[in-house]
């Protein structure tokens, strides 16, 4: 092997999990290189569900099994460290990297640094003086941040503080003059206070035949932008429009993607077999980022006449110079054989005081739900759907105005 040694990375230990004895004595195995298991203590690519390294299973009981414990019985040399610690990270492979020059071969855990799904909501940001910032750009590493018009990295909307631990991006600015702050500390506007939205939907009595015999809707977008839940709505508004006497068939990828990566939730009802849609067989595609509408096939599922809802949210992917994302006109021009609503969705959730730009998705369902076929469902129906899919009040009130403001900002935009 000379001086050069190699790495191997595991993705989430959750990938083993069903095997943990026989992944552990595969992992601590003494073969050149060096192992690095990347954990993040649940099974965050199927849902969230315990793994051998959770906290707990899902009794509620506290787990007995210890990872690192574990590899070192099988013999092998192991090294922990935390996610979010990168000057250590470094010292460890850097070291790992030296020994296995010499024959010395290690398994380096990383599993300090629960996913931020699994921990409160951190109020943590980041900060720099515009005087301070040498504009370097080296903190522009997770979609959280971006630059503002004066090239000032700002965080925005998909920013997680890094679930309270040090933000990676302070770590990684040269001149430590990136902090980490509290939101309150950032001068942004008050939360918004929602009206109250009605406890109980009275839904009118409309006779099933009015009803479409068949609906298919397939939603694209990136993690984090609540996907999954649209497709949860739709669901529930098909269970309140009688289709659970034919068929109600949902479909989804997520996990790996819950961060950024790209994500495809679809749905059908009626005289449906499959959440497979077919060529041709879609009566709505709805892109929640706008580069996912041209992801090969996805088009091609629209059946004629059909619409394609646009979001003009953007999402540079982390790595990918922007001169190479397309633009504005080439998506356009792609999508100029169909029949196309763009809608600003994430602009109209902010507007409403989301910080987050969570509700875009209901935003965009409120949109939805005025276009044809799907404005035979009466409003009633949708709003009841949306609130049996949650019924946090604060929730709940956030969503009633995102859906109203979807639905009167594609009426604007028809009355122009």
Not at 40 to 67: C, D, H, I, V, Y
Not at 282 to 304: G, H, N, Q, W, Y
Request: aromatic letters at 6%.
């Amino acid at each position: 092997m000379g001086s050069m040694a190699e790495i191997t990375i595991f993705l989430p230990w959750c990938l083993l999990a069903n095997a943990a004895p026989i992944s552990a004595r595969l992992l601590a195995s003494v073969s050149p290189g060096v192992k690095v298991i990347l954990d993040n203590s649940w099974t965050a690519m199927t849902g969230g569900q315990p793994s051998p390294t959770s906290p707990e299973n899902l009794a509620g009981e506290k787990m007995r099994f210890n990872l690192p414990e574990a590899l070192k019985a099988y013999g092998a040399k192991v090294v922990t460290v935390g996610a979010y610690d990168k000057k250590n990270l470094r010292k460890a492979l850097k070291s790992a990297l030296a020994d296995a020059a010499n024959g010395v071969f290690t398994t380096i855990v990383v599993n300090d640094g629960v996913c931020v799904q699994k921990v409160p909501a951190s109020s943590q940001r980041v900060y720099v003086e515009p005087e301070a910032c040498k504009k370097c750009n080296v903190c522009l590493i997770c979609p959280g941040i971006e630059l503002d018009e004066n090239g000032i990295p700002t965080v925005n909307n998909l920013c997680s503080g890094c679930g309270g631990s040090a933000p990676a991006c302070v770590q990684s600015c040269p001149y430590n003059v990136l902090k980490a702050v509290d939101l309150k500390d950032l001068n942004l506007p008050a939360a918004p206070s929602f009206a109250e939205p009605p406890q109980e939907i009275v839904i009118p009595a409309v006779p099933k035949e009015n009803f479409p015999a068949r609906l298919s809707v397939a939603i694209r977008g990136v993690g984090g932008q609540g996907n999954l839940f649209f497709g949860s709505v739709l669901s529930k508004l098909a269970a309140l429009a009688g289709y659970e006497e034919k068929n109600i068939v949902k479909g989804e990828t997520h996990g790996m993607a819950q961060l950024g990566g790209p994500v495809i939730s679809t749905f059908a009802c009626g005289n449906v077999s499959s959440p497979v849609l077919l060529p041709g067989t879609a009566d709505c595609l709805i892109a929640m980022e706008k580069s996912e509408v041209l992801r090969p096939d996805f088009l091609e599922t629209l059946k004629p006449g059909g619409t394609v809802l646009l979001a003009q949210t953007k999402i540079v992917p982390q790595g990918l110079p922007e001169d190479q994302y397309p633009t504005d006109e080439q998506i356009r021009a792609f999508l100029s054989p169909y029949q196309v609503v763009e809608v600003d969705v994430l602009g109209k959730a902010l507007e409403l005081g989301d910080r987050t730009g969570r509700t875009a998705n209901v935003v965009m369902m409120g949109i939805l739900s005025v276009l044809p076929p799907f404005n035979l469902f009466p409003p009633e129906m949708w709003l009841a759907a949306l609130q049996k899919a949650n019924s946090k009040p604060a929730v709940w009130a956030a969503n009633y105005a995102a859906f109203n403001a979807g639905r009167d900002a594609l009426r604007m935009e028809t009355a122009h």
